[in-house]
């Protein structure tokens, strides 16, 4: 059986140790070496990073997230271990795990290491996919005889080479499809290579719980399970056309993807609709200059993501949470897309202002959408706001300076409220 060494990228045959290093991190599959779509998954991504930056760290558990009223971004795999997981609110993660380190989220630095793991990626095939910034699809088709060894050997060397020069790690599900490659990544993680070949896809999806279809969350579940199916055997039983009448568009899908078959193609180019950020406060807050700095600074990280992807927004939207729970969202159709923060904070507070009254809020959030390339953005002046040219040449200079000496370099005085 075809074997491939994830330490030192030896490939042989049958063997539970590399005969050339000795390593037993060794990947055996009967079409290792013929398939050649992955999915590449970081391991718990902004946790590692931090970890990277600050070793004392390493065997702490560690959570991304806001205060004791926000929520966990993500966390590391000790937290994980601890029962702590992505979405859970904070209060909850810290009785689960009270010795965590919690740590404030710094966005740009995961920007520029996407980035740098991009660029990685592009090394080996052009056709990426990227779902988040610390995962994307890739299809290596064809790329065996311009790199001289199959994508297996390269997907090996790209998680070693990030390792090695980034820092942090990543796990790779390499498979005939999306839906499959999707799957096998989170087989074996952290640092895992996962295989799922043609030959075993029916026999290893039958007993897997309809869960595992990428899509199908808690409220699928409950409505598939209300009709009888709870894994993928169950699903096989139901003729095509009754889980089209039952389920809709939905059915046709669940068909198809419960035999394993999956047509998408990897896209280099899907779309993203929209970028936004939010916070929940610690406390329920009606000091206006407090909801001021919060919407500054999310008006900056968004724009620091849309600058990072090359986008700008036609529109921009504010979203308010009150104290009692119940929540407003307003939006603005703008004249011309901007990914500036000056012009996205100055739309968020215009709305701010003009739906906020008077009691507490517990969260406060930000976005632009319908989302254009950076470069029919922010071109011409505002008429009605003869300082708006200044100001953005301002930031511009402010991004730069940034960029060269770190996040934290500048800020403004609003920011630090």
Not at 103 to 119: C, D
Not at 196 to 203: D, L, V, W, Y
């Amino acid at each position: 059986m075809p074997a491939l060494c994830r330490h030192c990228l030896a490939t042989f045959e049958e063997a539970r140790r590399c005969p050339t290093c000795g390593s037993p991190r060794v990947t055996r599959h009967a079409e290792l070496f013929e398939l050649s779509i992955a999915h590449m998954d970081c391991d718990a991504f902004y946790a590692s990073v931090e970890k990277r930056d600050r070793p004392e760290l390493a065997d702490k558990p560690v959570i991304i997230g806001g205060g004791r009223r926000g929520v966990v971004s993500t966390c590391c795999y000790v937290a994980r271990i601890r029962g702590v997981r992505s979405a859970m609110p904070m209060f909850k993660a810290l009785q689960l795990c009270p010795d965590a380190v919690v740590i404030k989220g710094r966005m740009s630095l995961y920007v520029e290491v996407s980035r740098q793991v991009r660029a990685m990626m592009e090394e080996l095939t052009p056709a990426i996919e990227p779902l988040s910034l610390d995962e994307a699809f890739l299809d290596l088709t064809g790329t065996a005889r311009l790199h001289g060894a199959p994508p297996a050997v390269m997907l090996a060397g790209l998680v070693r080479r990030m390792q090695d020069e980034l820092g942090i790690t990543g796990s790779i599900g390499l498979s005939h499809n999306k839906f499959l490659a999707k799957i096998a990544s989170d087989l074996d993680k952290p640092r895992g290579f996962s295989v799922i070949g043609k030959a075993e896809t029916e026999s290893f999806l039958a007993d897997k719980p309809v869960g595992i279809i990428w899509g199908v969350g808690l409220v699928g579940q409950e409505a598939l399970k209300r009709a009888g199916i709870e894994t993928i055997a169950d699903l096989r039983r139901w003729d095509r056309a009754d889980l089209g009448r039952r389920f809709g568009s939905m059915g046709d899908r669940l068909w198809h993807l419960a035999r394993g078959q999956d047509r998408r193609r990897v896209s280099a180019h899907r779309p993203v609709k929209s970028i936004s950020k939010e916070t929940t406060f610690s406390e329920n807050t009606d000091d206006p200059d407090i909801l001021d700095g919060h919407l500054w600074r999310l008006a900056e990280q968004v724009s620091d993501r849309a600058k990072a992807k090359n986008v700008a927004g036609r529109v921009v939207t504010m979203k308010l949470k009150r104290a009692d729970f119940t929540t407003i969202t307003r939006r603005h159709a703008l004249s011309e897309p901007t990914q500036m923060a000056d012009r996205i904070y100055r739309e968020a507070r215009g709305l701010f202002d003009a739906l906020y009254r008077r009691g507490s809020a517990r969260l406060i959030g930000v976005g632009i959408s319908d989302l254009v390339p950076a470069d029919m953005a922010d071109r011409a002046g505002d008429l009605l706001d003869p300082g708006a040219s200044r100001r953005a040449g301002a930031e511009r200079a402010t991004d730069a300076i940034r960029a060269r000496f770190g996040s934290d370099a500048i800020k403004k005085g609003r920011a630090l409220r």
